[in-house]
């Protein structure tokens, strides 16, 4: 199955696929690849001078990413049911907590789960944290008032599927609140041309194999607009991540010289200009309808 990738999940007999992008085609990850991952390393690890600095981990995350706190809509959750899929260090899960909201938060790392029950203890909050996978969420539906997932569901073999159970534990009238990467971005095509062009990769493939664990997929705008198909009122907004403009701290893959070049000289004013539709960030605000008529189904193609 040449130029054509269709993304849902692996099965030992044969793959399953879902939403067609542009590129070769190659098994998902299986999820204990992905939690050995996020156990290795669980998001914002490198912005942890010492274990316990959480509090300097969120200042540089909400410095780097300001637009998060008015996307999840922290400041209005008083009283609300939230459930954040996927809370990594739970930077964004302290702030829910915070702000008066009854919140649940899941991820499939436990090492992430550790880090984020850590913070809320020295904080003085008291958490409700679960091992959890988010394509087959352990919550009855209609539960919640706010789906909450910020960069996780593009890591997952069955992006739809999260999607779905989303969907499936919203209450009727009640808000997703998702991000997901965009295909194409500056970010993808920096990997592109430093790792794939040479080796006739698209940046899709480049993407899926080297940007954060493995198997992470991008959307455009018309693929979002599909997955979200079963929900009212979709709005996607675009933004830049700090890795299109070279941001953020580089990883430990990109600590050369040459690297170190790239971060000082990158040209992030004009980038700012011209690039917004390079964005690598997608912002997704959908309602789950007052009166749904069936429980929606992932797309899956044989």
Same mark, same amino acid.
């Given at each position: 199955?040449?130029?054509?990738?269709?993304?849902?999940?692996?099965?030992?007999?044969?793959?399953?696929?879902?939403?067609?992008?542009?590129?070769?085609?190659?098994?998902?990850?299986?999820?204990?690849?992905?939690?050995? *991952?996020?156990?290795?390393?669980?998001?914002?690890?490198?912005?942890?001078?010492?274990?316990?600095?959480?509090?300097?981990?969120?200042?540089?995350?909400? =410095? /780097?990413? #300001?637009?998060?706190?008015?996307?999840?809509? *922290?400041?209005?959750?008083?009283?609300?049911?939230?459930?954040?899929?996927?809370?990594?260090?739970?930077?964004?899960?302290?702030?829910?907590?915070?702000?008066?909201?009854?919140?649940?938060?899941?991820?499939?790392?436990?090492?992430?789960?550790?880090?984020?029950?850590?913070?809320?203890?020295?904080?003085?909050?008291?958490?409700?944290? =679960?091992?959890?996978?988010?394509?087959? +969420? $352990?919550?009855?539906?209609?539960? *919640?008032?706010?789906?909450?997932?910020?960069?996780?569901?593009?890591?997952?073999?069955?992006?739809?599927?999260?999607?779905?159970?989303? !969907?499936?534990? +919203?209450?009727?009238?009640?808000?997703?609140?998702?991000?997901?990467?965009?295909?194409?971005? +500056?970010?993808?095509?920096?990997?592109?041309?430093?790792?794939?062009? !040479?080796?006739?990769?698209?940046?899709?493939?480049?993407?899926?194999?080297?940007?954060?664990?493995?198997?992470?997929?991008?959307?455009?705008?018309?693929?979002?607009?599909?997955?979200?198909?079963?929900?009212?009122?979709?709005?996607?907004?675009?933004?830049?991540?700090?890795?299109?403009?070279?941001?953020?701290? #580089?990883?430990?893959?990109?600590?050369?010289?040459?690297?170190?070049?790239?971060?000082?000289?990158?040209?992030?004013? /004009?980038?700012?200009?011209?690039?917004?539709?390079?964005?690598?960030? +997608?912002?997704?605000?959908?309602?789950?309808?007052?009166? #749904?008529?069936?429980? $929606?189904? #992932?797309?899956?193609?044989?």
């Amino acid at each position: 199955m040449w130029g054509v990738h269709k993304f849902v999940l692996y099965s030992r007999q044969r793959l399953i696929y879902s939403l067609p992008v542009a590129c070769t085609a190659s098994p998902p990850p299986l999820k204990d690849e992905l939690a050995a *991952f996020w156990n290795s390393e669980p998001c914002g690890t490198r912005y942890l001078a010492e274990k316990s600095e959480f509090a300097a981990q969120a200042r540089t995350r909400y =410095q /780097l990413e #300001p637009y998060i706190s008015d996307f999840a809509g *922290f400041a209005s959750a008083r009283g609300l049911r939230v459930l954040e899929i996927g809370v990594g260090m739970g930077a964004d899960y302290e702030q829910w907590l915070k702000a008066g909201a009854i919140v649940t938060g899941v991820d499939l790392s436990k090492a992430s789960l550790e880090q984020a029950q850590r913070r809320c203890e020295l904080a003085g909050l008291t958490p409700d944290l =679960q091992l959890a996978d988010a394509e087959n +969420l $352990p919550f009855a539906s209609n539960s *919640f008032d706010v789906a909450y997932s910020y960069g996780v569901m593009h890591h997952s073999p069955n992006t739809s599927k999260c999607l779905s159970e989303a !969907w499936r534990v +919203l209450k009727p009238g009640g808000e997703a609140r998702i991000m997901l990467y965009h295909h194409a971005s +500056l970010t993808g095509i920096m990997l592109w041309l430093r790792f794939g062009i !040479w080796r006739m990769q698209s940046i899709r493939q480049c993407v899926y194999q080297r940007l954060e664990s493995p198997g992470t997929k991008t959307f455009t705008r018309d693929e979002v607009s599909v997955l979200m198909r079963d929900f009212e009122n979709v709005s996607i907004d675009q933004v830049f991540s700090p890795g299109d403009l070279l941001l953020h701290r #580089p990883s430990a893959k990109f600590i050369g010289l040459g690297y170190q070049l790239l971060w000082k000289i990158f040209p992030r004013t /004009l980038v700012r200009k011209l690039g917004q539709k390079w964005g690598l960030f +997608l912002l997704i605000r959908a309602t789950k309808p007052q009166s #749904p008529t069936e429980f $929606p189904k #992932p797309l899956i193609h044989s």
